[in-house]
């Protein structure tokens, strides 16, 4: 499988309007700020779209896009899995924002850490609490020993358990003045 084609932001500004942007994070980082006409697909998701974004790639290329252009390679090798094209957006949102492109941002939008950082913030307390918990009561060690071997996992498979976990939490889902998954399917087939 090759990789897939990375665009700047600004070539993919250039670009613009000969794409369907899909951005692949969580509904709440969705909400924080966005693309102008991106269309929240979550990672999670994508298998469940294929069939509609298959269709949209057909009218026009698609863009991936998440925060930092990492979980957009991702969704550019599963959807490449699947037969359907898509270019990621390098450096995603944040180089995006960073060069003085537009984001939309919802009114009333609240902040949501990256899922990175929730991860990196949820591993690094579990194992700071296993290590103290372990001077009390040597075998809550464990728990350090085992999410220290779930990272390892995590970067070998280049999946992350924690990060869907994460993702299910209310803060990171949409809000409810937000545009459903469903209505987003249909938005992408109009």
């Known amino acids: 499988m090759t990789a897939p084609v990375a665009l700047t932001p600004a070539q993919a500004a250039v670009r613009s309007g000969e794409f369907t942007v899909i951005d692949v994070r969580t509904p709440g980082e969705y909400a924080t700020g966005h693309l102008p006409g991106a269309h929240n697909v979550p990672l999670d998701r994508l298998d469940e779209a294929a069939d509609t974004l298959k269709r949209a790639s057909e009218r026009t290329p698609l863009l991936i896009v998440c925060a930092s252009g ?5 969704g550019c090798a599963q959807l490449a899995a ?40 949820a591993a690094g307390s579990l ?64």
């Open 70 to 74: 990492a979980r957009s390679a991702k």
């Open 82 to 121: 699947q037969g359907i094209d898509a270019a990621t957006l390098d450096g995603g949102t944040a180089a995006w924002a960073a060069a003085g492109h537009e984001v939309a941002r919802p009114a009333g939008a609240r902040a949501t850490w990256p899922m990175d950082r929730q991860v990196r913030l």
């Open 127 to 190: 194992v700071l609490a296993g290590f103290l918990a372990g001077l009390a009561w040597p075998p809550a060690h464990w728990l350090s020993g085992a999410i220290g071997a779930g990272l390892v996992f995590s970067g070998v498979t280049n999946t992350c358990g924690m990060a869907a976990a994460l993702a299910r939490l209310p803060h990171n889902r949409a809000p409810k003045s937000s545009v459903s998954f469903q209505e987003t399917l249909l938005r992408l087939t109009a």
